[in-house]
């Protein structure tokens, strides 16, 4: 099975409006870190928020948020009023912790575009 | 502060020959991790570093090998390379407080390599 799944391989927004990515998990870990990256046309990958699973409240950073429903093992980012610089590909990412050795998982990404 | 520095930034080898790629940390991080990113592909954790030691490794053959120095800088090795093996590889670096702990990693600019 996947250990993260995006569905949404691309998604338009107008500028100004708020978007939701998807993003699902899976993992029988109980500690875990999710993860959302943005990715420009540039290539480097850049760190937009963290979210842990032990962690109650959902994380907020600017204009991101991230909307965690553990129970339902999903993810979702929740980028308000965007704005053209966020076109990119985003990336949703988990971490586990098994034993003390550490794996990474990224989806495969959505393509966010922002139209004027 | 400096941010995680990869050279070089683009690089052409030969199928059969052996490339090592480097990756200076971010100041004050303590972790180095490898990835893979294919075109169009989200990035695959090849392994990660932690006190010059091997921390996590997802599913890449022993070909793929790395170090971490006492300063924190890191190398990727690929020996007998493959056409597959065309791709940008992602470095990021981290700071871990302990094994068994979550962080949060920032990437580098990356490196392009492609095997002809």
């Known amino acids: 099975a996947q250990k993260i799944t995006q569905t949404q391989p691309g998604m338009f927004v107008q500028e100004k409006e708020a978007v939701t990515l998807d993003c699902t998990y899976d993992?029988?870990?109980?500690?875990?870190?999710l993860f959302w990256y943005k990715q420009p046309s540039s290539g480097e990958m850049i760190f937009l928020i963290y979210?842990?699973?032990?962690?109650?409240q959902n994380a907020t950073e600017g204009r991101y948020s991230l909307n965690f429903q553990k129970a339902r093992k999903s993810a979702n980012l929740v980028i308000s009023a965007s704005q053209l610089g966020d076109s990119a590909m985003y990336f949703c990412?988990?971490?586990?912790?098994?034993?003390?050795?550490?794996?990474?998982?990224f989806g495969s990404g959505t393509k966010l575009n922002v139209k004027p | 502060e400096t941010g995680v520095t990869q050279s070089p930034t683009h690089l052409i080898k030969t199928r059969g020959q052996q490339v090592t790629l480097r990756c200076s940390s971010q100041s004050g991080h303590n972790t180095v991790s490898w990835y893979q990113q294919a075109l169009g592909q989200g990035p695959q954790f090849i392994f990660q570093y932690y006190r010059e030691e091997e921390n996590g490794r997802g599913n890449f053959p022993p070909r793929f090998s790395g170090l971490q120095f006492p300063n924190y800088s890191s190398e990727l090795n690929v020996n007998a390379l493959e056409l597959d093996d065309s791709a940008l590889y992602l470095c990021?670096?981290?700071?871990?407080?302990?094994?068994?702990?979550?962080?949060?990693?920032?990437f580098g600019p990356g490196t392009r390599l492609t095997v002809l």
């Open positions: 990021a670096s981290s700071f871990l407080a302990g094994p068994g702990l979550i962080d949060t990693q920032y």
């Open positions: 990412a988990m971490r586990e912790v098994a034993h003390n050795f550490n794996k990474f998982y």
């Open positions: 979210q842990g699973s032990y962690d109650e």
């Open positions: 993992t029988s870990d109980q500690s875990y870190g």
